[in-house]
């Protein structure tokens, strides 16, 4: 007796590609027919079986072009009826047409976000917490000199601080349009973007975050001179923290607005600015896809995304820097330390 090559029930035949129960079938042609997107609450690796198979839908969906159901499957059996639909009546085939490109396109930028979702690193912060967070800190700190002094324990900040630089060097490395660019042009993109980048990943990964102590220490560093221009930005760095925290981003919508932080085509001295933004519409366009879909009750949600975006530009990379990894980096550059990150081979298990 042949099982479903997802769940393990009982097959009832070859369906869109693999053998697989009636109830997987009937999942997957529905997710791709209904255009669904689906999220996991964990790291994306949930058992699927005849027990569990309803537990995580995005999961499921994995597990099933992983055993080699086909997309283009259900679109040729839309296909199909259409045909047999466009004899009758010519006005239909040119609507069917339409409907056909829309859905090879929503396959096509589906894929996409499957792919970001996928190389997104396993923190053991829960995307749960970070979707429950309480905003009030944030929103009531103040970035005074008593603010400031109030900790002198910044190492656990400083570490924290690190791991996420990593993470956002290893989390490009694996992006598969980033992977195929020029070195010259990665090297680029992640010297001119990495603070968004980071600061979204503080968000999704290190919240809440005990930033007093870290600035406290380097509050008595800093020359005089340049007291203003730190505070300022740290002030900035709360409130877009804080805006970006009110959005309750899921794991998708982080992934993707860390890919459009990513490939920013008005990075200077790019090589290929046109390839990247081609990559940048594309990014777009899943995000506001995935919305439409995924947050239709909510909305503006993609305007406010993007508006979200553009407002991490505010918070000067140098200050970051200065605040973040001053004790990491004991004088060196932090490009220096980005370019090493992303010459290394990946580790196992990352």
């Not at 570490?159 to 694996?174: C, D, I, S, Y």
């Not at 220490?217 to 020359?223: D, H, S």
């Not at 530009?313 to 370019?339: C, K, P, W």
């Amino acid at each position: 007796m042949e099982i479903c090559s997802v769940c393990g029930d009982h097959s009832t035949g070859r369906h869109y590609g693999a053998n697989t129960c009636e109830g997987c079938k009937l999942f997957f042609k529905r997710s791709i027919k209904k255009r669904l997107y689906y999220t996991c609450r964990v790291a994306g690796c949930c058992p699927i079986s005849k027990r569990y198979r309803n537990s995580c839908q995005y999961c499921r969906m994995r597990k099933c072009l992983s055993v080699g159901m086909k997309r283009e499957a259900v679109q040729q059996t839309k296909a199909q009826d259409y045909e047999r639909q466009r004899r009758r009546q010519k006005r239909q085939h040119q609507k069917g047409t339409q409907e056909l490109r829309k859905e090879a396109d929503f396959a096509s930028l589906s894929d996409f976000v499957l792919h970001l979702q996928d190389v997104e690193p396993y923190c053991r912060k829960s995307e749960k917490d970070n979707s429950t967070l309480s905003t009030s800190s944030l929103e009531n700190s103040a970035f005074s000199k008593e603010y400031l002094n109030s900790g002198k324990d910044s190492e656990k900040t400083s570490e924290m601080a690190a791991r996420l630089l990593f993470m956002t060097v290893h989390w490009a490395k694996k992006v598969k349009h980033f992977s195929e660019l020029s070195h010259f042009d990665q090297v680029t993109l992640l010297r001119e973007n990495w603070c968004k980048i980071f600061i979204i990943n503080l968000v999704q990964w290190a919240m809440p975050f005990e930033l007093a102590p870290l600035v406290g220490e380097v509050f008595e560093k800093t020359p005089q001179e340049h007291l203003d221009k730190v505070l300022q930005n740290m002030g900035k760095l709360n409130e877009v923290v804080f805006k970006l925290v009110q959005l309750q981003l899921d794991r998708a919508e982080f992934s993707l607005l860390k890919a459009l932080a990513l490939f920013n085509p008005d990075t200077d001295h790019l090589a290929d600015a046109v390839q990247i933004q081609a990559i940048q519409n594309k990014t777009q366009n899943a995000l506001e896809e995935y919305i439409r879909v995924q947050h239709a009750q909510i909305p503006n949600r993609f305007g406010q995304t993007l508006i979200r975006l553009a407002a991490l530009g505010s918070v000067e990379s140098r200050v970051i820097e200065h605040v973040f990894f001053n004790q990491l980096l004991g004088g060196a550059s932090l490009y220096t330390v980005v370019d090493g990150i992303l010459r290394t081979k990946d580790l196992q298990g990352e």
